[in-house]
C-alpha cells in the first residue's frame, strides 16, 4: 500500500499519471512489478567470478539480517539474546564491507574494483563514528545486553541515553544516527 501511495504521490509531484493501468487506480502494480523482479533471470559479466559475483550480495543480506537478530522488538520478544548484544549488531554490520569489496572485485573489472574500494573506505569511516555512538550507550547503560537497555529505557523517559546523560547523549545520538544513514548510502 505504501508503495502504490509513494508511486501515486510522486507521479502527482511529477505532473503525470501515478500506475494507473493494473487493477482500480493502478492497485495491482505493485503486485505485477513484484512477480517481474521475482521472475528475472540474474546476468553476470562475461569475464566475471561467478561464485563471487552470487555470494557477495547474499553475504551483505545474511549479515544485516544476522546484525538485527540481536535487536529486541519487544519484552521477551527477540531471535538472538546474548550478553554482547551490541558488539554482535557492531560485528555483523561491519562485514558489510567483504560483500560491497568482494562485488567490486569479482566483477573483474578495474572501475568496478576501484568502486567497491571507495565504497568500503566509506563505509569503515562511518561505522569508526558508528562505534563511538555505541560505546557513550554502553558506557550510560553499563550493559552491551540490547535487551537490558530496552528494559531500562522503558521504565521511564528519563532514562533514554540522550535525556540520561544530556550532554554526552545526545552527541552519541546524533553522531550514531547521522553514521547509520550515511551507513544505508
Same mark, same amino acid.
Given at each position: 500500500?505504501?508503495?502504490?501511495?509513494?508511486?501515486?504521490?510522486?507521479?502527482?509531484?511529477?505532473?503525470?499519471?501515478?500506475?494507473?493501468?493494473?487493477?482500480?487506480?493502478?492497485?495491482?502494480?505493485?503486485?505485477?512489478?513484484?512477480?517481474?523482479?521475482?521472475?528475472?533471470?540474474?546476468?553476470?559479466?562475461?569475464?566475471?567470478?561467478?561464485?563471487? /559475483?552470487?555470494?557477495?550480495?547474499?553475504?551483505?543480506?545474511?549479515?544485516?539480517?544476522?546484525?538485527?537478530?540481536?535487536?529486541?522488538?519487544?519484552?521477551?520478544?527477540?531471535?538472538?539474546?546474548?550478553?554482547?548484544?551490541?558488539?554482535?549488531?557492531?560485528?555483523?554490520?561491519?562485514?558489510?564491507?567483504?560483500?560491497?569489496?568482494?562485488?567490486?572485485?569479482?566483477?573483474?573489472?578495474?572501475?568496478?574494483?576501484?568502486?567497491?574500494?571507495?565504497?568500503?573506505?566509506?563505509?569503515?569511516?562511518?561505522?569508526?563514528?558508528?562505534? /563511538?555512538?555505541?560505546?557513550?550507550?554502553?558506557?550510560?547503560?553499563?550493559?552491551?545486553?540490547?535487551?537490558?537497555?530496552?528494559?531500562?529505557?522503558?521504565?521511564?523517559?528519563?532514562?533514554?541515553?540522550?535525556?540520561?546523560?544530556?550532554?554526552?547523549?545526545?552527541?552519541?545520538?546524533?553522531?550514531?544516527?547521522?553514521?547509520?544513514?550515511?551507513?544505508?548510502?
Amino acid at each position: 500500500i505504501l508503495t502504490w501511495f509513494e508511486r501515486r504521490l510522486l507521479g502527482v509531484w511529477q505532473d503525470r499519471y501515478g500506475p494507473n493501468r493494473l487493477g482500480p487506480f493502478g492497485a495491482l502494480q505493485v503486485a505485477a512489478d513484484m512477480i517481474k523482479l521475482l521472475t528475472k533471470h540474474d546476468w553476470v559479466p562475461p569475464f566475471a567470478d561467478r561464485a563471487v /559475483f552470487v555470494f557477495a550480495p547474499t553475504a551483505i543480506v545474511v549479515a544485516m539480517l544476522l546484525g538485527f537478530a540481536v535487536v529486541p522488538f519487544g519484552p521477551n520478544l527477540y531471535i538472538l539474546d546474548i550478553n554482547i548484544g551490541l558488539l554482535f549488531f557492531l560485528g555483523m554490520t561491519s562485514l558489510a564491507v567483504y560483500s560491497v569489496m568482494l562485488g567490486g572485485l569479482a566483477s573483474n573489472n578495474k572501475y568496478a574494483l576501484l568502486g567497491g574500494l571507495r565504497s568500503a573506505a566509506q563505509m569503515v569511516s562511518y561505522e569508526l563514528a558508528m562505534g /563511538f555512538g555505541v560505546v557513550a550507550m554502553f558506557m550510560t547503560y553499563g550493559t552491551t545486553r540490547l535487551d537490558d537497555i530496552m528494559q531500562i529505557q522503558s521504565e521511564s523517559i528519563l532514562n533514554w541515553g540522550v535525556l540520561l546523560s544530556p550532554p554526552v547523549g545526545l552527541i552519541a545520538f546524533v553522531l550514531f544516527w547521522v553514521s547509520a544513514f550515511a551507513e544505508c548510502n
